[in-house]
T-cell receptor, first 111, second 119 residues
Framework: DAKTTQPTSMDCAEGRAANLPCNHSTISGNEYVYWYRQIHSQGPQYIIHGLKNNETNEMASLIITEDRKSSTLILPHATLRDTAVYYCIVSVGGSQGNLIFGKGTKLSVKP | GAVVSQHPSRVICKSGTSVKIECRSLDFQATTMFWYRQFPKQSLMLMATSNEGSKATYEQGVEKDKFLINHASLTLSTLTVTSAHPEDSSFYIC???????????????FGEGSRLTVL
């Protein structure tokens, strides 16, 4: 079973920041938080991942709470092309571990 | 650009025939690849872990004789759906983990997916 809980769906206005929450209250000390997204009929796309510290890359920012029981993915300026299902996954990183997908959040970016 | 590629992207076959789907890691060697299946409006479900040079590890409920996995080289894993039935129609996705120390921290990359339709 997936170890994360996400809202089923969210809407966001084009150009605004999209903040996608994820709860992972049973995360272990050696587990990373990964975010992927899946645009319809495509394979999942890696977005970002982190262990304890907040992370930022060209796609998004990841904010992890101090107790690591929850996190938020931030898309700073959402575009229509960001409409997708976003999956938050916890997993052992490095060369080990597959990814167990939950149901994700369907983000709809509206003009 | 894509680092994991699947072929074919779409395939239609008759019931009872076998279909092979290829998964290639394009610029790295992958000792382990993963195969997922996704039904419409559902999430990805892990089917099996493909190990180079050894037998695949199947998840509970996945028939190993029906879904044959061969990981013959460090850049290629194949999934063969044998004696396909309409209920095998699904979106099949492979993934591979890029080794650490190659500019990544071991994140998993996914192929584009292969949509199988069994008539």
């Amino acid at each position: 079973d997936a170890k994360t809980t996400q809202p089923t769906s969210m809407d966001c206005a084009e150009g605004r920041a999209a903040n996608l929450p994820c709860n992972h209250s049973t995360i272990s000390g050696n587990e990373y938080v990964y975010w992927y997204r899946q645009i319809h009929s495509q394979g999942p796309q890696y977005i970002i991942h982190g262990l304890k510290n907040n992370e930022t890359n060209e796609m998004a920012s990841l904010i992890i709470t101090e107790d690591r029981k929850s996190s938020t993915l931030i898309l700073p300026h959402a575009t229509l092309r960001d409409t997708a299902v976003y999956y938050c996954i916890v997993s052992v990183g490095g060369s080990q571990g597959n990814l167990i997908f939950g149901k994700g959040t369907k983000l709809s970016v509206k003009p | 650009g894509a680092v994991v590629s699947q072929h074919p992207s779409r395939v239609i076959c008759k019931s009872g025939t076998s279909v092979k789907i290829e998964c290639r890691s394009l610029d790295f060697q992958a000792t382990t690849m993963f195969w997922y299946r996704q039904f419409p409006k559902q999430s990805l479900m892990l089917m099996a872990t493909s190990n180079e040079g050894s037998k695949a590890t199947y998840e509970q409920g996945v028939e190993k004789d029906k879904f044959l996995i061969n990981h013959a080289s460090l850049t290629l894993s194949t999934l063969t759906v044998t004696s396909a039935h309409p209920e095998d129609s699904s979106f099949y996705i492979c993934s591979a983990r890029k080794p650490t120390g190659t500019g990544t921290t071991g994140e998993l990359f996914f192929g584009e997916g292969s949509r199988l339709t069994v008539l």
